[in-house]
């Protein structure tokens, strides 16, 4: 029975990061495409479409906020690591500990603050593409709710979605 639960867990930890690394190569392919668009569209055929820059504006929010999880669970956040390269092993561990919960503390008030925002100033609508800024707010939640899932789960189950150094993802096979 334990087993079962484990490998459930286990399927659903690597559906999940695969899907949200995903998204955030969707988020990366849609902003790059959307300028690209307007500045052909408007350098060669001398059309400006006013909907462009919000679309690629709120596109980057949800590409930064899901990318967060991805770099959370590769260990690739940004961090300052030459006083914890420093440290005996046991004092090291500690700081990565304290590290993650001040981590998990700051998501979770960043989710909390951010679904209070959305769902309560979130009723108006965006200039160009008419949407309702809670779905642009809702990065925020998403985000870090994503990346809360991705510190709670990390230490138990492996990386699915590395990010190499020339900052390509590939999936990793066990």
């Known amino acids: 029975m334990k087993f ?3 490998r459930v867990l286990a ?14 190569a969707f988020s990366l392919l849609l902003m790059v495409s959307t300028v690209i668009f307007l500045v052909v ?6 059309i400006g479409y006013f909907w462009g820059e919000e679309l690629a504006r709120y596109t980057m929010i ?10 959370i669970r590769a260990e690739q956040h940004p961090r300052l690591t030459i006083f914890v390269s420093m ?11 304290l590290t ?11 989710f909390v603050q951010g679904l209070d925002i959305a769902l309560n100033e979130g009723r108006m609508r965006t200039p160009a593409l008419r949407i309702t800024y809670f779905w642009v707010f809702m990065a925020v939640p998403i985000g870090a709710a994503a990346m809360l899932l ?5 230490p138990f ?3 699915a979605v590395s990010v190499n150094e020339e900052d390509d993802i590939e999936e990793v096979t066990e």
């Open 4 to 6: 079962q639960i484990a």
């Open 150 to 154: 991705q510190l709670a789960l990390g």
């Open 157 to 159: 189950f492996p990386n």
């Open 41 to 46: 569209a408007r350098y060669v055929f001398g």
């Open 100 to 110: 993650r919960l001040l981590m998990a503390v700051t998501l979770v008030v960043l």
């Open 62 to 71: 949800y590409m930064a906020f899901l990318g967060g999880s991805v770099a």
């Open 87 to 97: 440290m005996p092993a046991g004092l090291a561990r500690v700081v990565a500990m």
């Open 11 to 24: 399927r659903f930890d690597h559906a999940q990061q695969m899907f949200i690394a995903a998204l955030v």
